[in-house]
């Protein structure tokens, strides 16, 4: 068990539709990092947070978006969902700023679009 | 632009038998590297990382990975594999330019036959 929980585990919803993931870092960790990780694409960096601002951003869509509330939790939005974002999303956090340090994963929501 | 290359899709070895992974890796500076491990259904978890001094370090569960400047590389290996040990390997290289960011490699899926 990392420490880094996410929810849901699954999730099934229909092209068009938007969803919510949600995140929680292991406790003292200030960095919120999201992936996405498809069969196609393999592990995708989307977006980092630390301390509830933005810090880094990878392979993001403009249709995802992704917040880090005061207390430290995160959340990605994922709107006018495809096909093709069905993919496992993974969370992870970090104690440091920088990411020259190990992340420690979530078990990941599994997002099926139909 | 950063990258790292994990050349291998899948390897399959003996129980007991030697292994090796191999990564290669596209960096200006001084790279931060990474060996995460991903079993069937779960997050990544952190094998071993190097950021500088011995070229050759040492991980969790027998694993040691040896960082060679003059390759670019940063190859995993195991002197003796266990069943256990089948899963997906992820070599990374943590990104200090443009701001912070932790880039993965594709990804070697490790089969063991008894």
């Known amino acids: 068990d990392s420490g880094v929980t996410q929810t849901p585990k699954h999730l099934i919803t229909a092209t068009g539709q938007r969803v919510t993931l949600r995140c929680s870092p292991r406790?003292?960790?200030?960095?919120v990092y999201w992936y996405q990780q498809s069969l196609d694409q393999g592990l995708q960096f989307l977006i980092q947070y630390y301390n509830g601002e933005e810090r880094a951003k990878g392979n993001i869509l403009e249709r995802f978006s992704a917040q880090q509330f005061p207390d430290l939790h995160s959340e990605l939005n994922l709107s006018s969902l495809e096909l093709g974002d069905s993919a496992l999303y993974f969370c992870?956090?970090?104690?440091?700023?920088?990411?020259?340090?190990?992340?420690?994963f979530g078990p990941g929501t599994r997002l099926t679009v139909l | 632009a950063q990258s790292v290359t994990q050349p291998d899709i899948h390897i399959t070895v003996s129980e007991g038998a030697s292994l090796e992974l191999r990564c290669n890796y596209s960096?200006?500076?001084?790279?931060?590297l990474f060996w995460y491990v991903q079993s069937p259904g779960q997050g990544l978890q952190l094998l071993l990382k190097y950021f500088s001094g011995d070229t050759l370090v040492q991980g969790i569960k027998g694993f040691e990975a040896e960082f060679k400047r003059s390759q670019s590389s940063f190859n995993l290996r195991k002197p003796s594999v266990h069943w256990s040990d089948a899963a997906e390997y992820f070599c990374?290289?943590?990104?200090?330019?443009?701001?912070?960011?932790?880039?993965f490699g594709a990804g070697t899926r490790l089969f063991v036959k008894a």
């Open positions: 960096y200006g500076a001084t790279p931060y």
């Open positions: 990374a290289v943590g990104a200090s330019t443009g701001g912070f960011k932790t880039i």
């Open positions: 992870a956090s970090s104690v440091e700023r920088s990411l020259n340090n190990e992340q420690f």
């Open positions: 406790s003292g960790d200030l960095s």
